[in-house]
């Protein structure tokens, strides 16, 4: 892929626009590409040699598994693979059905041995049981993604995955902690919570992702996070963005940047110039 080429969709000529029942976005048929994201209706924004354009939920499943990619000690390609399985079977969306028995964000189904239809419509069970399932598959680092892919989902469109290669590289990228300032969204502030409550969602939602880590502040009003290394800080960085309406996060501060859910991106600050990752959250009041 192309430095800088942006990877989101792009409508050419002789397409249709429909709306997919279940998807909750509208997706255009590229004649030569199949299926794509729409970009439409987005309030997030990945760039990292690419670009690709999400809503915040789709965003924030999108962080969760490759979060979980690095909790099951996996290589870098298995979080392409995993998300452009996830692209393909639910447009990165957490659905509670699909074809005959199949939920959530990969599609597995209870029939198969997945798991309960409550397991699976949890993001990081469904992640973690598609990560399991791709390291019994021998040889799969040398295999086209696609191919890697089917092994595990075992579809009726084996070659559908490989279209979502590059929008899944972009996203592992930046949501790995490779790129800075990567992931921008444009967050409502909605209902302040109760204070502390916001912090205390702030901190369970990374440790259910991303396991231990140290803090080196907390309190009412914000969370920062000691990262081990610059990448590591990026990628606490880009999830707390990613997860920023789910938690109540209003800026995220780091190696000299800040991102604001009002303005939406990320911009020099000489307050952020700390070694932590600082989230500030919406506060009652």
Same mark, same amino acid.
């Given at each position: 892929m192309s430095r800088g080429r942006k990877v989101t969709a792009?409508?050419?000529? #002789?397409?249709?626009?429909?709306?997919?029942?279940?998807?909750?976005?509208?997706v255009v048929r590229d004649v030569l590409d199949g299926l794509r994201l729409a970009a439409i209706d987005r309030h997030c924004t990945v760039k990292a040699?690419?670009?690709? #354009?999400?809503?915040?939920?789709?965003?924030?499943?999108?962080?969760?598994?490759? $979060?979980m990619g690095v909790r099951q000690e996996m290589p870098e390609r298995a979080v392409v693979v995993a998300l452009a399985t996830a692209l393909q079977e639910s447009k990165l969306k957490n659905l509670p059905g699909g074809d005959r028995d199949s939920v959530g964000l990969f599609q597995?189904?209870?029939?198969?041995?997945?798991?309960?239809?409550?397991?699976?419509r949890n993001p990081r069970y469904a992640a973690r049981k598609f990560?399991?399932?791709? $390291?019994?598959?021998?040889?799969?680092?040398?295999?086209?993604?696609?191919?890697a892919a089917q092994h595990v989902q075992r579809s009726a469109f084996p070659q559908a995955y490989e279209k979502w290669?590059?929008?899944?590289?972009?996203?592992?990228?930046a949501l790995l902690g490779r790129a800075t300032g990567a992931v921008a969204c444009?967050? /409502?502030?909605?209902?302040? /919570?109760?204070?502390?409550? $916001?912090t205390t969602s702030v901190l369970r939602g990374l440790r259910l992702?991303?396991?231990?880590?140290?803090?080196?502040?907390?309190?009412?009003?914000?969370?920062?996070?000691?990262?081990g290394s610059a990448r590591h800080g990026w990628r606490y960085a880009h999830w707390l963005v990613a997860h920023a309406a789910a938690h109540g996060v209003r800026a995220v501060s780091y190696a000299g940047l800040r991102w604001t859910a009002e303005r939406g991106d990320w911009g020099a600050s000489p307050? $952020?110039?700390?070694?932590?990752v600082t989230a500030e959250v919406f506060t009652a009041g």
């Open positions: 792009v409508v050419v000529t #002789a397409v249709a626009a429909v709306v997919v029942a279940g998807f909750g976005v509208v040699s690419g670009e690709v #354009a999400l809503d915040a939920d789709q965003t924030a499943n999108a962080a969760t598994i490759a $979060a597995q189904r209870p029939s198969m041995g997945w798991g309960s239809p409550k397991q699976i990560y399991q399932g791709l $390291a019994k598959v021998r040889g799969w680092e040398r295999m086209r993604v696609t191919d290669v590059d929008e899944a590289e972009v996203l592992t990228r444009t967050v /409502p502030r909605g209902d302040s /919570p109760a204070d502390g409550a $916001a992702d991303w396991g231990d880590f140290a803090t080196s502040g907390v309190d009412t009003h914000a969370v920062t996070v000691a990262p307050e $952020a110039t700390g070694r932590g």
